[in-house]
C-alpha cells in the first residue's frame, strides 16, 4: 500500500511538473522577452527577439519625434551640421531635421527597428554631446567578444591588425563566468585554446579587409567629427578609472545593441591561415533593471521615470522661495564620460561632457627619468568640484616637489567634465598671464531660437527669483568679462545668421565665467608649456577639448596621438562644445518659467529616454569669430604603437618623455 500510494503520489507530480513544463515553454515561446529574463548572459539573437516583439505604437512615436525634433531648436550645431565646414565637411553632412521628418513618416516592423534609424541618424551628426537613448534598448544588454583588436606598426611602417595581446588575460577577469561559452565555441584542435589567439594577426573580419570593417563602424558609430578618432574607437585602448587602469575593449569587441551574433575573423596563426568563427554573447547592462516577462520588461525599463523629464523648480508647494530646490538626477549620468557629481553640484559648476561610456579619475606618476611628471587625467569631473580643484593643484605640486621639471598630461577617452576645472587647470599650469586670466578658456555663444528668447524674458520679468535656472543671465558675463546683472534680457537682441542656407540666430558673445576661482591658484607657472605634452587616443572632447585647445594653440603645449591609421589626419580631440545639456535640463527651465503649453516646448517624454544637446559652442583661438568646433586639431606627433607599448601607458609615456620633449 505503501508503495502503491507514493507510485500514485510520485506519478502524480511527475505530471504536475510535466504540465508546468509544458506551460513554462508556452510561456516562453510566446513571450521571447521571458526566455531572457532574469539571465546575466544569453545570445544576442535572443535579444533581438525581444527587442523586435514589440510593435511600433503610433503615439509613442510621435512623442518621440516631438521632443526630440523641438529639443533640437535649443541645439547650437544643428545647422552646422547640415555640411559641417573644413576640415569635416566629408565627415560631417547630416541634415537631422530632414531625416526626423523621414522617420515620422516611415514605416518600421518593430520598435526597435525605429529606435535603431533613429538612434543611428542623430549619431551621424558625430557630435557626442547631441544623442538619442532610448535605456529600453541602449545597454540593456551589451555584446561583447573576448578578443579586443589591436593596430600595430612595425619598424617600416606597415600597419596590421591584431587581437589585443592580452585578450585572454583581460576576458578571463572580466568573463570568469562566461570564459568556457566561448572556449567551447572553437572548432576542432583550437576548442578551449582561445589564450592560443591572442596577439594573431587578423587579415580580414567577416571576409573584409580590416580597414573596411573599421570604417563600416566609423560611419555609424558617432561622437567624433574627425574619421580617426571614430577610427580610433573601434580598437582597444585604456583609461584612468576611478579604482585605477580601466581597459576598454573598443566597439569591436563591446557593442552597446545586440545586432551581430558572430564574426568571422581571417587569423594567421602558427604559420598557416584560417577562418575562425566566434560568437558574440550578450550580457545583461549594469544600469538595466531586472525582468522576468515583456510586461515586467517594458515596465521596469521603457517606460519615463522620475528624472526622465524636467520639472518646475516653483509649481511644489513644499519648495519655499527661501530654500534651495532639490534637484533630480539627471537621466544623462548613465552614459556621461565621467563621475557625476549630485544634481546639486552639477547645478552650482556647468559641465560639458560626452555621453555614452564609463566614469573616469585622475592619476599621478613620477617617471624613472626623475625629471617627468604624469598626470593620468580619466576626467574633468568627480563627486566633488572644489575636491577635484585642490587635489590637481596638490597632485602638480608634489610632482614638482619631486623634481619634475616637465609633464605629461594623458587625457586617453578623456570625455569631459566641469568647464571651469579645465580653465582651473590650464591656469595653475601655466601661471598668470593674457592666456590664463581673467578668462582662460572659450568665449561662447548660444542659440537663440523664439522659445529660448521667451525663457530669458520670463526670467527678466521675475519668473526665476532664487536665480535657479541656467538662462538667468546672473551665470554669464558679457564679451569684456564684466557680470551680467540677475534678471537681464540678454537674448533681446539676437545675432543673426545664414548657416547652410537656413536662418538661425545666437546669443551675444558670452565671456568667462569661472574667475574668480574658489580658491587661490599659484602666484607662479607650475609648469613651461613648452615641457608639456598632451598625450591620447584622440578621443578627448567637451571640457577635455576645451583644456587641450588652449593649452596647444595658446601656449604651445606639444599633442601626442597614439595608434590610428597613417592615412587619417590624427586629430589631438574633437566635439569641443562650449556646455552641454539634454532635454530634462531644458524642460526644467520651460516648465519653471511657466512656458511648457507654449506650441514650441517639447512635450514630456513617454519613453525611458535621453535628449543630448550642445547647449553652448566656443569660439575659436585661431578663428575668433567662428566655433572651434570645426576648426583643426592636428595633433603634433601621431605614436604608432608596437607590441611593446600597445596598452601599456608607462611605455608610451617613457617614449614620448624621450623622443617629445
Same mark, same amino acid.
Given at each position: 500500500?505503501?508503495?502503491?500510494?507514493?507510485?500514485?503520489?510520485?506519478?502524480?507530480?511527475?505530471?504536475?511538473?510535466?504540465?508546468?513544463?509544458?506551460?513554462?515553454?508556452?510561456?516562453?515561446?510566446?513571450?521571447?522577452?521571458?526566455?531572457?529574463?532574469?539571465?546575466?548572459?544569453?545570445?544576442?539573437?535572443?535579444?533581438?527577439?525581444?527587442?523586435?516583439?514589440?510593435?511600433?505604437?503610433?503615439?509613442?512615436?510621435?512623442?518621440?519625434?516631438?521632443?526630440?525634433?523641438?529639443?533640437?531648436?535649443?541645439?547650437?550645431?544643428?545647422?552646422?551640421?547640415?555640411?559641417?565646414?573644413?576640415?569635416?565637411?566629408?565627415?560631417?553632412?547630416?541634415?537631422?531635421?530632414?531625416?526626423?521628418?523621414?522617420?515620422?513618416?516611415?514605416?518600421?516592423?518593430?520598435?526597435?527597428?525605429?529606435?535603431?534609424?533613429?538612434?543611428?541618424?542623430?549619431?551621424?551628426?558625430?557630435?557626442?554631446?547631441?544623442?538619442?537613448?532610448?535605456?529600453?534598448?541602449?545597454?540593456?544588454?551589451?555584446?561583447?567578444?573576448?578578443?579586443?583588436?589591436?593596430?600595430?606598426?612595425?619598424?617600416?611602417?606597415?600597419?596590421?591588425?591584431?587581437?589585443?595581446?592580452?585578450?585572454?588575460?583581460?576576458?578571463?577577469?572580466?568573463?570568469?563566468?562566461?570564459?568556457?561559452?566561448?572556449?567551447?565555441?572553437?572548432?576542432?584542435?583550437?576548442?578551449?585554446?582561445?589564450?592560443?589567439?591572442?596577439?594573431?594577426?587578423?587579415?580580414?573580419?567577416?571576409?573584409?579587409?580590416?580597414?573596411?570593417?573599421?570604417?563600416?563602424?566609423?560611419?555609424?558609430?558617432?561622437?567624433?567629427?574627425?574619421?580617426?578618432?571614430?577610427?580610433?574607437?573601434?580598437?582597444?585602448?585604456?583609461?584612468?578609472?576611478?579604482?585605477?587602469?580601466?581597459?576598454?575593449?573598443?566597439?569591436?569587441?563591446?557593442?552597446?545593441?545586440?545586432?551581430?551574433?558572430?564574426?568571422?575573423?581571417?587569423?594567421?596563426?602558427?604559420?598557416?591561415?584560417?577562418?575562425?568563427?566566434?560568437?558574440?554573447?550578450?550580457?545583461?547592462?549594469?544600469?538595466?533593471?531586472?525582468?522576468?516577462?515583456?510586461?515586467?520588461?517594458?515596465?521596469?525599463?521603457?517606460?519615463?521615470?522620475?528624472?526622465?523629464?524636467?520639472?518646475?523648480?516653483?509649481?511644489?508647494?513644499?519648495?519655499?522661495?527661501?530654500?534651495?530646490?532639490?534637484?533630480?538626477?539627471?537621466?544623462?549620468?548613465?552614459?556621461?564620460?565621467?563621475?557625476?557629481?549630485?544634481?546639486?553640484?552639477?547645478?552650482?559648476?556647468?559641465?560639458?561632457?560626452?555621453?555614452?561610456?564609463?566614469?573616469?579619475?585622475?592619476?599621478?606618476?613620477?617617471?624613472?627619468?626623475?625629471?617627468?611628471?604624469?598626470?593620468?587625467?580619466?576626467?574633468?569631473?568627480?563627486?566633488?568640484?572644489?575636491?577635484?580643484?585642490?587635489?590637481?593643484?596638490?597632485?602638480?605640486?608634489?610632482?614638482?616637489?619631486?623634481?619634475?621639471?616637465?609633464?605629461?598630461?594623458?587625457?586617453?577617452?578623456?570625455?569631459?567634465?566641469?568647464?571651469?576645472?579645465?580653465?582651473?587647470?590650464?591656469?595653475?599650469?601655466?601661471?598668470?598671464?593674457?592666456?590664463?586670466?581673467?578668462?582662460?578658456? %572659450?568665449? $561662447?555663444? =548660444?542659440? @537663440?531660437?523664439?522659445?529660448?528668447?521667451?525663457? !530669458?524674458?520670463?526670467?527678466?520679468?521675475?519668473?526665476? &527669483?532664487?536665480?535657479?535656472?541656467?538662462?538667468?543671465?546672473?551665470?554669464?558675463?558679457?564679451?569684456?568679462?564684466?557680470?551680467?546683472?540677475?534678471?537681464?534680457?540678454?537674448?533681446?537682441?539676437?545675432?543673426?545668421?545664414?548657416?547652410?542656407?537656413?536662418?538661425?540666430?545666437?546669443?551675444?558673445?558670452?565671456?568667462?565665467?569661472?574667475?574668480?576661482?574658489?580658491?587661490?591658484?599659484?602666484?607662479?607657472?607650475?609648469?613651461?608649456?613648452?615641457?608639456?605634452?598632451?598625450?591620447?587616443?584622440?578621443?578627448?572632447?567637451?571640457?577635455?577639448? %576645451?583644456? $587641450?585647445? =588652449?593649452? @596647444?594653440?595658446?601656449?604651445?603645449?606639444?599633442? !601626442?596621438?597614439?595608434?590610428?591609421?597613417?592615412?587619417? &589626419?590624427?586629430?589631438?580631440?574633437?566635439?569641443?562644445?562650449?556646455?552641454?545639456?539634454?532635454?530634462?535640463?531644458?524642460?526644467?527651465?520651460?516648465?519653471?518659467?511657466?512656458?511648457?503649453?507654449?506650441?514650441?516646448?517639447?512635450?514630456?517624454?513617454?519613453?525611458?529616454?535621453?535628449?543630448?544637446?550642445?547647449?553652448?559652442?566656443?569660439?575659436?583661438?585661431?578663428?575668433?569669430?567662428?566655433?572651434?568646433?570645426?576648426?583643426?586639431?592636428?595633433?603634433?606627433?601621431?605614436?604608432?604603437?608596437?607590441?611593446?607599448?600597445?596598452?601599456?601607458?608607462?611605455?608610451?609615456?617613457?617614449?614620448?618623455?624621450?623622443?617629445?620633449?
Amino acid at each position: 500500500m505503501i508503495a502503491g500510494r507514493f507510485l500514485t503520489l510520485f506519478f502524480s507530480v511527475l505530471a504536475a511538473v510535466a504540465v508546468a513544463n509544458a506551460n513554462t515553454v508556452n510561456v516562453r515561446a510566446d513571450d521571447p522577452c521571458a526566455a531572457i529574463g532574469n539571465k546575466k548572459w544569453v545570445a544576442p539573437a535572443d535579444v533581438r527577439a525581444c527587442f523586435k516583439s514589440f510593435p511600433v505604437d503610433p503615439a509613442i512615436k510621435s512623442n518621440i519625434i516631438e521632443v526630440v525634433n523641438k529639443t533640437l531648436a535649443f541645439h547650437t550645431s544643428v545647422n552646422y551640421q547640415k555640411l559641417a565646414p573644413a576640415p569635416f565637411t566629408l565627415d560631417v553632412h547630416e541634415d537631422v531635421l530632414k531625416d526626423i521628418a523621414r522617420i515620422s513618416n516611415q514605416k518600421y516592423d518593430s520598435d526597435f527597428d525605429l529606435h535603431i534609424d533613429l538612434s543611428r541618424s542623430v549619431k551621424r551628426l558625430n557630435d557626442g554631446h547631441c544623442v538619442y537613448i532610448n535605456y529600453c534598448y541602449d545597454s540593456l544588454f551589451v555584446s561583447y567578444l573576448p578578443t579586443p583588436l589591436v593596430l600595430l606598426t612595425d619598424k617600416f611602417g606597415i600597419q596590421t591588425v591584431h587581437i589585443a595581446p592580452e585578450a585572454f588575460k583581460v576576458a578571463s577577469a572580466e568573463f570568469p563566468d562566461e570564459i568556457q561559452t566561448w572556449q567551447d565555441a572553437l572548432p576542432g584542435a583550437l576548442k578551449g585554446q582561445l589564450e592560443s589567439l591572442s596577439g594573431a594577426k587578423v587579415l580580414g573580419i567577416n571576409g573584409l579587409d580590416p580597414l573596411f570593417a573599421v570604417n563600416q563602424n566609423a560611419a555609424i558609430s558617432g561622437s567624433y567629427q574627425g574619421l580617426a578618432q571614430r577610427q580610433n574607437g573601434y580598437f582597444a585602448s585604456y583609461q584612468a578609472g576611478t579604482a585605477g587602469w580601466t581597459y576598454l575593449m573598443g566597439q569591436f569587441a563591446q557593442q552597446a545593441l545586440p545586432l551581430t551574433d558572430t564574426v568571422k575573423l581571417t587569423i594567421v596563426r602558427v604559420n598557416s591561415t584560417k577562418i575562425e568563427t566566434l560568437p558574440y554573447r550578450s550580457r545583461f547592462g549594469s544600469t538595466a533593471v531586472p525582468f522576468t516577462d515583456s510586461a515586467s520588461f517594458r515596465q521596469k525599463n521603457c517606460v519615463a521615470h522620475a528624472g526622465t523629464n524636467g520639472v518646475s523648480y516653483y509649481d511644489s508647494a513644499a519648495v519655499k522661495r527661501d530654500e534651495v530646490f532639490e534637484v533630480p538626477p539627471n537621466p544623462t549620468a548613465k552614459f556621461r564620460q565621467a563621475p557625476m557629481p549630485s544634481a546639486q553640484e552639477e547645478r552650482k559648476h556647468l559641465m560639458n561632457v560626452m555621453l555614452d561610456d564609463t566614469p573616469q579619475q585622475n592619476i599621478f606618476y613620477m617617471l624613472d627619468d626623475k625629471k617627468t611628471g604624469v598626470l593620468a587625467l580619466g576626467s574633468f569631473s568627480g563627486d566633488s568640484y572644489s575636491a577635484l580643484l585642490t587635489n590637481l593643484l596638490k597632485g602638480l605640486q608634489n610632482l614638482k616637489d619631486q623634481g619634475a621639471t616637465q609633464l605629461i598630461v594623458d587625457i586617453s577617452n578623456n570625455g569631459g567634465g566641469y568647464i571651469c576645472v579645465a580653465h582651473w587647470l590650464h591656469r595653475i599650469i601655466v601661471g598668470p598671464k593674457s592666456t590664463s586670466e581673467p578668462q582662460a578658456g %572659450l568665449d $561662447t555663444a =548660444t542659440r @537663440a531660437g523664439p522659445l529660448a528668447q521667451e525663457i !530669458v524674458k520670463n526670467i527678466a520679468d521675475g519668473a526665476d &527669483p532664487n536665480h535657479l535656472l541656467l538662462y538667468n543671465s546672473g551665470s554669464w558675463a558679457f564679451a569684456n568679462d564684466s557680470a551680467m546683472p540677475f534678471d537681464y534680457d540678454w537674448l533681446a537682441s539676437p545675432v543673426e545668421k545664414v548657416i547652410n542656407g537656413r536662418q538661425d540666430a545666437f546669443s551675444q558673445r558670452l565671456g568667462q565665467e569661472c574667475q574668480p576661482f574658489d580658491y587661490d591658484p599659484p602666484a607662479e607657472a607650475l609648469f613651461d608649456p613648452k615641457n608639456v605634452a598632451i598625450v591620447g587616443n584622440g578621443r578627448c572632447a567637451s571640457s577635455c577639448s %576645451l583644456f $587641450t585647445v =588652449t593649452m @596647444a594653440k595658446e601656449e604651445g603645449a606639444k599633442t !601626442v596621438v597614439y595608434g590610428g591609421y597613417n592615412i587619417a &589626419p590624427q586629430q589631438y580631440c574633437g566635439t569641443v562644445g562650449g556646455q552641454s545639456t539634454d532635454f530634462s535640463t531644458i524642460d526644467s527651465e520651460i516648465k519653471s518659467v511657466g512656458l511648457k503649453n507654449h506650441t514650441l516646448a517639447p512635450p514630456d517624454f513617454v519613453t525611458n529616454s535621453v535628449q543630448g544637446i550642445t547647449w553652448r559652442l566656443g569660439f575659436g583661438v585661431d578663428k575668433t569669430n567662428e566655433p572651434e568646433e570645426w576648426q583643426n586639431h592636428h595633433a603634433n606627433v601621431n605614436l604608432h604603437l608596437s607590441p611593446e607599448i600597445v596598452s601599456n601607458p608607462t611605455a608610451i609615456w617613457k617614449l614620448i618623455a624621450e623622443t617629445v620633449l
